[in-house]
């Protein structure tokens, strides 16, 4: 059974920088995507980045490109969202998601398998 699991959320300052990871285990197959979402209280799940890991491409939303980068150490399975010059604007629990047939997509329903999230608040 595929799974996915976050870590690497926390508290931190304005203008700090995190490393969420997004470690994927029980794979039997090498072509897939992973996204990174984002949920803040009382809003809509929002897609922030997206990863094939096995192709090296990636997508991210306007809102985060010049300040949030996606990446992958494919031997380890794992997918890095790095978040720099962080705002209050970013706290929100933060998801990785797992797309089995390899698309690119920052829509949430193009995920079929999802992490518990972790917590990112970021204090002004």
């Known amino acids: 059974e595929v799974h996915v699991v976050e870590s690497g959320g926390g508290l931190v300052q304005a203008g700090g920088s995190l490393r969420l990871s997004c470690v994927v285990s029980?794979?039997?197959?090498?072509?897939?995507?992973i996204g990174w979402f984002r949920q803040a209280p009382g809003k809509e799940r929002e897609g922030v980045s997206s990863?094939?890991?096995?192709?090296?491409?990636?997508f991210s939303a306007d809102s985060v490109k010049d300040r949030f980068t996606i990446s992958s150490d494919n031997a380890k399975k794992t997918v890095y969202l790095s978040m720099n010059n962080l705002k209050p604007e970013d706290t929100a629990v933060y998801y990785c998601?797992?797309?089995?047939?390899?698309?690119?997509?920052?829509?949430?329903?193009?995920?079929?398998?999802w992490g518990q999230g972790t917590q990112v608040t970021v204090s002004s």
């Open positions: 990863i094939s890991p096995s192709e090296g491409r990636t």
């Open positions: 029980g794979l039997t197959f090498d072509h897939y995507s």
């Open positions: 998601a797992l797309n089995s047939w390899g698309a690119i997509s920052l829509g949430p329903h193009s995920y079929d398998i």
